[in-house]
């Protein structure tokens, strides 16, 4: 063998190209061989096996090793430091010293819970069967009567709970739901009007967003459905257009909870970016940096949840053109009143289809829109950008079955009334009532700036005004206000409330109460050093101080174990 490879070396170089590479290759070889079989001397069989069979073992383990190296770094849907911080609380909670001690905790917290649930619900008593007979209708009517008289707080006055429409359209809505109680748009050659309704509410939501002549989209039930068919579009298009498996979105941390609950669904990583402190609007310089490769939709809000503050959708839209990659405005909140305020004289920066690189907009009729609940629109700069939203199922035995949107059938009641309430207020109605909600806003923002002991959050102009304080717990002014049957949000990272302005705000006095409330609270707090936050307030500060956010999640999937309770309350044990 050794006089083999000497020949071989020898001849090498004076070959061509492809007959050099072959003999290397058997060189390679020859040297390999000659290299085991020295190894191998004065080993027995048994041995020889035994020892490549440990030698692939070891190998094998390796490869493994590797790989599940790069599945975590790289291959996961939730970024490594917070599955390194999971990881870690994971362990941390199963050490044999805390476990029992971080169950006891958990316990009480959730006794807490339930105590705070119970007060609502004190002295209610369930039906959990079926009667045995159905009950007549003036006895049903009363039990209906005595189930809407449940709740304290007066909702056509309380903030972003309900978006009242005056009392004549829901007079209207009544009739219409009478009329289209049992339609369903997934049969529109029975309901063909439904499908017509549909239709023009779509359209007429295009043209208020300046869509262009291949603009379109589609119902969906709310405005978190219109976030997730939006995320299950970009999915699809990045996975056919450009070949993305491990899509991923990035949004402000400031956007709305629905894109992680997308994410979620649909196996997308989600990547949080900050937002200016000052201007509470989403940096566009930390958003250029999150975009990798495999991102398929940049998200802006207009205007965001938390502070009301409007992004800078022409800012973002440029990165979008730039990267290629998807442009989503989140204007599920205040898209309604968005759209007619340059009409009411106001002016706002550009966010609509007028801004080149935005390809998609949510927004919800059923807010500032005036709609009952489950109304809301989902709108895309082109119809083949629409068709990723689609499914279609061609093989079924039960025939072709083709959906637009996640749900099948769906109350097409909704569709009719949504239609009803565009038609009945028209552009003149939305633009009266924009005018009397922004101006509301903006009072309720400079009045709150001049209440001592609390400030505003960036520069809030359309519908949304959010408040902390650096003097007090903000939740403990948060449950005084809701003594006074105000319903408020309560927000964190950072603590904070903040305040929906609806058209029942806007009526005569009711502003300047709030505010006059909020000033009486805040004086009241700020005379007790020692104020306490008790109730909601102080479960919801005490959340926000748990480092291990999985304990925080157990706490509210109890919370909505308490929502489907049907114990009996008592004053003693709460739930």
């Given at each position: 063998?050794?006089?083999?490879?000497?020949?071989?070396?020898?001849?090498?170089?004076?070959?061509?190209?492809?007959?050099?590479?072959?003999l290397?290759?058997?060189?390679?070889?020859?040297?390999?061989?000659?290299?085991?079989?020295?190894?191998?001397?004065?080993?027995?069989?048994?041995?020889?096996?035994?020892?490549?069979?440990?030698?692939?073992?070891?190998?094998?383990?390796?490869?493994e090793?590797?790989?599940?190296?790069?599945?975590?770094?790289?291959?996961?849907?939730?970024?490594?430091?917070?599955?390194?911080?999971?990881?870690?609380?994971?362990?941390?909670?199963?050490?044999?010293?805390?476990?029992?001690?971080?169950?006891?905790?958990?316990?009480?917290?959730?006794?807490?819970?339930?105590?705070?649930?119970?007060?609502?619900?004190?002295?209610?008593?369930?039906?959990?069967?079926?009667?045995k007979?159905?009950?007549?209708?003036?006895?049903?009517?009363?039990?209906?009567?005595?189930?809407?008289?449940l709740?304290?707080?007066?909702?056509?006055?309380?903030?972003?709970?309900?978006?009242?429409?005056?009392?004549?359209?829901?007079?209207?809505?009544?009739?219409?739901?009478?009329?289209?109680?049992?339609?369903?748009?997934?049969?529109?050659?029975?309901?063909?009007?439904?499908?017509?309704?549909?239709?023009?509410?779509?359209?007429?939501?295009?043209?208020?967003?300046?869509?262009?002549?291949?603009?379109?989209?589609?119902?969906?039930a709310?405005?978190?459905?219109?976030?997730?068919?939006?995320?299950?579009?970009?999915?699809?298009?990045?996975?056919?257009?450009?070949?993305?498996?491990?899509?991923?979105?990035?949004?402000?941390?400031?956007?709305?909870?629905?894109?992680?609950?997308?994410?979620?669904?649909?196996?997308?990583?989600?990547?949080?970016?900050?937002?200016?402190?000052?201007?509470?609007?989403?940096?566009?310089?930390?958003?250029?940096?999150?975009?990798?490769?495999?991102?398929?939709?940049?998200?802006?809000?207009?205007?965001?949840?938390?502070?009301?503050?409007?992004?800078?959708?022409?800012?973002?839209?440029?990165?979008?053109?730039?990267?290629?990659?998807?442009?989503?405005?989140?204007?599920?909140?205040?898209?309604?009143?968005?759209?007619?305020?340059?009409?009411?004289?106001?002016?706002?920066?550009?966010?609509?289809?007028?801004?080149?690189?935005?390809?998609?907009?949510?927004?919800?009729?059923?807010?500032?829109?005036?709609?009952?609940?489950?109304?809301?629109?989902?709108?895309?700069?082109?119809?083949?950008?629409?068709?990723?939203?689609?499914?279609t199922?061609?093989?079924?035995?039960?025939?072709?079955?083709?959906?637009?949107?996640?749900?099948?059938?769906?109350?097409?009641?909704?569709?009719?009334?949504?239609?009803?309430?565009?038609?009945?207020?028209?552009?003149?109605?939305?633009?009266?009532?924009?005018?009397?909600?922004?101006?509301?806003?903006?009072?309720?923002?400079?009045?709150?700036?001049?209440?001592?002991?609390?400030?505003?959050?960036?520069?809030?102009?359309?519908?949304?005004?959010?408040?902390?304080?650096?003097?007090?717990?903000?939740?403990?002014?948060?449950?005084?206000l809701?003594?006074?049957k105000?319903k408020?949000?309560?927000?964190?990272?950072?603590?904070?409330?903040?305040?929906?302005?609806?058209?029942?705000?806007?009526?005569?006095?009711?502003a300047?109460?709030?505010?006059?409330?909020?000033?009486?609270?805040?004086?009241?707090?700020?005379?007790?050093?020692?104020?306490?936050?008790?109730?909601?307030?102080?479960?919801?500060?005490?959340?926000?101080?748990?480092?291990?956010?999985?304990?925080?999640?157990?706490l509210?999937?109890?919370?909505?174990?308490?929502?489907?309770?049907?114990?009996?309350?008592?004053?003693?044990?709460?739930?």
């Amino acid at each position: 063998m050794d006089e083999a490879l000497d020949t071989i070396s020898l001849m090498i170089p004076r070959r061509l190209k492809w007959e050099e590479f072959y003999l290397r290759a058997v060189y390679l070889q020859l040297l390999l061989e000659r290299k085991v079989r020295r190894m191998c001397r004065g080993l027995e069989a048994w041995q020889i096996v035994t020892n490549t069979a440990l030698c692939m073992f070891v190998l094998w383990l390796c490869v493994e090793v590797l790989r599940w190296i790069v599945w975590w770094l790289f291959m996961q849907d939730e970024g490594i430091v917070f599955r390194s911080k999971k990881t870690f609380f994971k362990i941390f909670r199963k050490l044999p010293f805390l476990e029992e001690k971080i169950k006891t905790e958990l316990n009480i917290k959730k006794a807490e819970l339930e105590r705070e649930v119970g007060k609502q619900r004190m002295g209610e008593i369930y039906t959990t069967k079926l009667p045995k007979t159905g009950l007549p209708k003036d006895q049903l009517l009363q039990r209906i009567i005595e189930y809407q008289q449940l709740g304290k707080i007066s909702w056509d006055m309380g903030s972003g709970v309900v978006y009242h429409g005056g009392n004549d359209l829901t007079e209207i809505q009544t009739q219409v739901f009478n009329k289209f109680l049992w339609s369903n748009p997934l049969h529109p050659d029975v309901f063909p009007g439904v499908r017509k309704m549909e239709a023009e509410v779509v359209q007429m939501c295009v043209n208020l967003f300046n869509g262009g002549s291949d603009a379109c989209g589609t119902m969906t039930a709310s405005g978190t459905n219109s976030i997730l068919m939006a995320c299950k579009s970009y999915r699809d298009w990045g996975r056919d257009v450009k070949g993305i498996t491990k899509p991923e979105i990035v949004v402000s941390e400031s956007a709305h909870a629905a894109f992680e609950k997308a994410a979620e669904y649909f196996r997308m990583k989600l990547i949080k970016v900050p937002v200016n402190q000052k201007k509470r609007s989403v940096s566009i310089k930390a958003m250029r940096k999150a975009i990798t490769r495999n991102t398929v939709l940049l998200v802006g809000s207009a205007p965001e949840f938390p502070s009301g503050i409007i992004d800078n959708i022409e800012e973002i839209a440029k990165l979008g053109k730039r990267y290629n990659i998807g442009v989503h405005v989140d204007a599920c909140l205040g898209g309604f009143v968005l759209g007619f305020m340059k009409s009411a004289g106001f002016k706002l920066p550009p966010y609509d289809f007028s801004v080149d690189g935005v390809t998609s907009i949510s927004a919800d009729a059923h807010k500032y829109g005036c709609a009952p609940k489950g109304s809301s629109v989902i709108l895309y700069h082109t119809k083949s950008l629409r068709h990723y939203q689609y499914h279609t199922s061609t093989e079924w035995t039960g025939g072709i079955y083709a959906t637009a949107t996640m749900s099948g059938s769906r109350p097409g009641v909704l569709v009719a009334q949504c239609w009803t309430t565009m038609m009945h207020l028209g552009k003149s109605g939305y633009v009266d009532a924009t005018k009397r909600i922004v101006k509301t806003t903006r009072a309720i923002r400079d009045g709150l700036r001049q209440t001592k002991g609390v400030f505003v959050f960036g520069e809030p102009e359309v519908c949304v005004v959010a408040f902390g304080s650096n003097d007090f717990d903000i939740f403990a002014l948060g449950d005084e206000l809701s003594s006074r049957k105000w319903k408020l949000n309560a927000l964190q990272f950072p603590s904070s409330l903040h305040i929906c302005v609806t058209l029942p705000m806007t009526k005569s006095g009711v502003a300047e109460r709030f505010l006059r409330d909020v000033r009486e609270c805040s004086n009241k707090i700020l005379r007790n050093p020692e104020w306490k936050t008790t109730g909601a307030g102080a479960i919801y500060g005490m959340a926000q101080k748990i480092p291990d956010r999985s304990m925080v999640k157990e706490l509210a999937s109890h919370y909505l174990d308490c929502l489907y309770s049907t114990k009996c309350q008592s004053a003693e044990n709460g739930i």
